[in-house]
């Protein structure tokens, strides 16, 4: 079981946009598809609070995939289904077998920003093809706004991020929104959260 010290402290205002986002939603069973759900302990946290939701974690790392399996093993959680392996820069037909309108709702948390712009793409378009109409898109994360990354610890976060990998980076809030809108995904909310992160609701038109 591997531990983020930063999912450990996020996780319940996280939660909660959550739980505030699906609440009319909450007297059926809905289906939510995790991307790169790290260690698990979000996915975990979620369907703890949220036992009318059917969490499928996903993850490109066989490590993270591994642990998601101890915390559903030391949990018992009965929400939470095996972690399958899925590339988001794929086309969505090779999605874990994930078929056309299946999901309620996508989640991406810290994802986007250690991906490349094609990876975001695909993130979208996947997300434009899988989800149910009306369904949700929900990503968290640090971003810049029309080209501008403030404050100035956030372009430093940029910049080791870009050391890491040149592709990656922090994604531009109006980039993606364009792309999502061309995928049949309008922004519906931004919620503002601690340390200049934001949570972007997009919902499916």
């Known amino acids: ?12 205002s996280l939660c909660s946009v959550l739980e505030d986002v699906l609440e009319d939603q909450s ?9 790169g759900s ?9 369907a703890q ?9 996903s993850d490109i790392e066989e490590a993270s995939r591994e642990s998601i399996k101890a915390y559903i093993a030391a ?10 392996h899925l590339d988001a820069s794929e086309p969505w037909e090779k999605w874990a077998g994930l078929s056309k309108n299946s999901c309620d709702i996508i989640i991406a948390i810290n994802l986007l920003q250690y991906s490349s712009f094609k990876t975001a793409q695909g993130v979208i378009n996947g997300a434009g093809k899988i989800l149910k109409p009306n369904g949700l898109f929900i990503t968290y994360g640090v971003y810049a706004v029309n080209g501008i990354i403030t404050p100035s610890r956030n372009e430093q ?3 080791e991020i870009r050391k890491l990998n040149p592709e990656w980076g922090l994604p531009d809030i109006d980039v993606l929104r364009q792309h999502a809108f061309g995928n049949g995904l309008r922004l519906e909310r931004m919620v503002e959260m ?7 609701i997009f919902r499916k038109l």
């Open 49 to 57: 609070k949220m036992p009318f939701v059917t969490w499928q974690p």
């Open 75 to 84: 949990t018992h959680i009965q929400t939470v289904l095996q972690p399958v």
């Open 27 to 35: 007297h059926r069973q809905l289906f939510a598809l995790e991307l």
């Open 1 to 12: 079981m591997l531990l983020s010290p930063q999912a450990e402290r996020n996780w319940e």
């Open 194 to 200: 601690e340390d200049y992160y934001k949570c972007l």
């Open 157 to 159: 976060l940029d910049a």
């Open 38 to 46: 790290g260690t698990g302990q979000h996915v975990i946290r979620f």
